[in-house]
């Protein structure tokens, strides 16, 4: 038996206007998950325990098969492990997103409108060159991210920060951070606005029309991860991970989850989504690999930016170009599918929220249970919950 989990990040959501009153996976023209939906199981998984933050790392963490209440990693920390950082025991890491703040201080973008990996990093690389001490060390991530590790202040890990995301089109003065630390990162991230606003690249991004990146946000701190077993260990069978995203191939890196990666994959609407098709089958055609983890950012990231459409059309894209080739696939051979997303993006908020989230698993073994389509309102009519979302990998494997 082969196993492949689709992770469509942020993809569920609310009902929208712009949908005639229907959520995203409700508008969505998905003849493949649909397909799943009848000939499988669609219930709601709940990937965020109540008390923990609605966010990918705890989502995904679950996904994974692990209990994220067991296993309370900063984002800071996951994304750090994703970049090979080691963190010492007096460190903290967090990540860093550049941004776009109007001159009336309202976030008009948390991620510089998405900007390029070229772009982002060599702003990064600014950063460090005119802020790094025996304090602060920043790191380059993808995009707009960035890992800023910060010694001799566990103060940190007793800090509330407000991540970026959750400001859009507000005042970020409404956010203010609070605890030990916060001024200790406020006076780096007015430092860095300094830099930003002397940046050579914000010029030439600036004379080619592009946003400029005018401030800096540091979120989500995390230490030095405890061991998490290991995923063999725990689940007596292999597992790859394909994302272009740190954070889950920082949780690969802490599971001992084999890392793929493949052109053009990447954390935003600019996804070569037929290559990440094309990538799950070499994943699942290789002797060791026994659970494909397919993960999407797409869908979160225009549910960030408001994008009813952009978000729509990629459900639509990762219904088309890969849950069809891991079905075509699965023709004549043993797999099970496993698709879901990990947590409501819903786009009027622009934010996670904890909701359950609907999903479909399908495959050899597992019998129908009355649903037609994978959305909000099938997967509740069936009245199949899984409460620890973590528990969903034991059912696939089972």
Partial sequence: ??????????????????????????????????????????????????????????????????????????????????????????????????????????????????????????????????????????????????????????????????????????????????????????????????????????????????????????FWPGQRPAGMEPFRQLYGVSAGMMSGVDLLNGIAQLSSIRTWHFEGVTDGPDNDYAAQGEGALRMLEDEACDVAIIHVEAPDAEGHDGNAVGKKAAVEAIDREILSRLRAWGEGRRLRILALPDHPTPVATKRHTREPVPFVLAGPGISPNGAARLTEGEAAATGLVVEEGFRLMSHLLQ
Avoid: W
């Avoid at 860093?96 to 109007?102: A, D, F, G, I, R």
């Fill in 1 to 218: 038996m082969k196993y492949a989990i689709c992770i469509m990040d942020g993809a569920s959501g609310e009902p929208l206007a712009a949908h005639g009153g229907r959520t995203t996976l409700e508008a969505a023209y998905t003849p493949h998950l649909d397909a799943l939906a009848s000939a499988g199981q669609v219930g709601l998984a709940r990937n965020v325990p109540e008390g923990l933050e609605p966010s990918s790392n705890v989502a995904c963490t679950s996904i994974c098969g692990y209990d994220p209440a067991r296993y309370p990693i900063g984002r800071g920390a996951l994304e750090g492990a994703a970049l090979g950082i080691k963190l010492a025991d007096d460190e903290v890491a967090l990540r860093l997103n550049l941004t776009h703040v109007s001159p009336e201080g309202v976030m008009v973008s948390y991620s510089t409108d998405n900007i390029s990996g070229e772009d982002g990093h060599a702003l990064l690389d600014e950063l460090a060159a005119a802020l790094d001490d025996d304090t602060f060390t920043l790191h380059a991530g993808t995009g707009f991210r960035g890992i800023l590790v910060v010694k001799g202040h566990p103060g940190l890990m007793d800090t509330t920060f407000a991540a970026a995301h959750n400001m859009t089109d507000e005042l970020v003065d409404d956010y203010p951070s609070s605890g030990p630390a916060a001024g200790l990162v406020a006076a780096y991230c007015a430092r860095a606005r300094e830099v930003l606003a002397a940046s050579p690249t914000n010029a030439r991004r600036e004379a080619a029309g592009k946003m400029r990146s005018t401030d800096v946000f540091a």
